[in-house]
C-alpha cells in the first residue's frame, strides 16, 4: 500500500451548532461535499444532532440516511409507517431520505451521528470500530473517521479526542492504522456506478 493522499483533522469544538427550524435540536456539520453547500445542494454530508425532542424528520427526496445512536437511552424512527427501534448505541441504522420519517425519545434526549449520501452520486458504508484496525482508502473514495467514544490515533501521529474527525483523501490505494481507545466510525464515500 502507498502512503500518498492526506489526513485532515476537523476538530469537534471548531464545528458551529444550527438550531433546527422545528426548535427539537441543533446540528454540527463534521464534514460534506462540495464544501459550504446547502442541504439541497450536498454530495454528501456527516453530521452529529443533539435531538431534545420527537419530531418528524425533514424529506430528502434522493438522499440515503443512515443514522447510528451515539448518547441517551435511544429512539424509535417510524418510516413509512413501520417502527424501527435504534436503541443500542453504535449499529448503524440505514433508511431513505425520500420515506416519511418520525422519530419518538424513548426516555429524553440523544445524540445521533448522521450520515447522508445524495443517490445519484455518492454510496457511503458506515462501520464501527472499537478496536485497532486497518482501514482501506480505496483510490476513488473518501474516508471519513470519527471518534465517538474516547480517542484514536491515526497512522500513529494524529490523535483524535471524542467527536472530532480525520478526513482521508487523495491518491490511493493506501491503508491507514487506526489505534481507538473507544469508538471511532469510519465512513467510506464512494461515487455511485
Do not use: K
Request: net charge negative.
Amino acid at each position: 500500500m502507498t502512503s500518498s493522499g492526506r489526513i485532515q483533522v476537523l476538530r469537534a469544538d471548531e464545528r458551529p451548532a444550527t438550531a433546527w427550524l422545528n426548535g427539537g435540536g441543533v446540528t454540527r456539520e463534521v464534514a460534506g461535499f462540495p464544501v459550504g453547500a446547502g442541504l439541497d445542494a450536498f454530495d454528501w454530508r456527516v453530521s452529529l444532532a443533539d435531538v431534545a425532542s420527537a419530531g418528524p424528520f425533514s424529506p430528502f427526496p434522493g438522499v440515503d440516511r443512515v443514522i447510528t445512536l451515539v448518547e441517551g437511552p435511544g429512539m424509535t424512527l417510524t418510516v413509512d409507517g413501520a417502527e424501527h427501534p435504534v436503541d443500542a448505541p453504535f449499529r448503524p441504522f440505514a433508511f431513505s431520505g425520500d420515506a416519511v420519517t418520525d422519530c419518538r425519545l424513548s426516555a429524553g434526549p440523544v445524540v445521533d451521528f448522521n450520515v447522508m449520501t445524495r443517490r445519484s452520486r455518492v454510496v457511503a458504508a458506515v462501520d464501527v470500530l472499537t478496536a485497532p484496525a486497518a482501514v482501506d482508502v480505496p483510490p476513488e473514495a473518501t474516508v471519513l473517521l470519527v471518534c465517538l467514544t474516547g480517542s484514536a490515533a491515526v497512522d500513529g501521529d494524529a490523535v483524535l479526542e471524542r467527536y472530532d474527525a480525520a478526513l482521508l483523501e487523495g491518491a490511493g490505494p493506501r491503508e491507514v492504522r487506526i489505534r481507538a481507545g473507544g469508538v471511532t466510525a469510519v465512513v467510506t464515500l464512494r461515487p455511485s456506478r
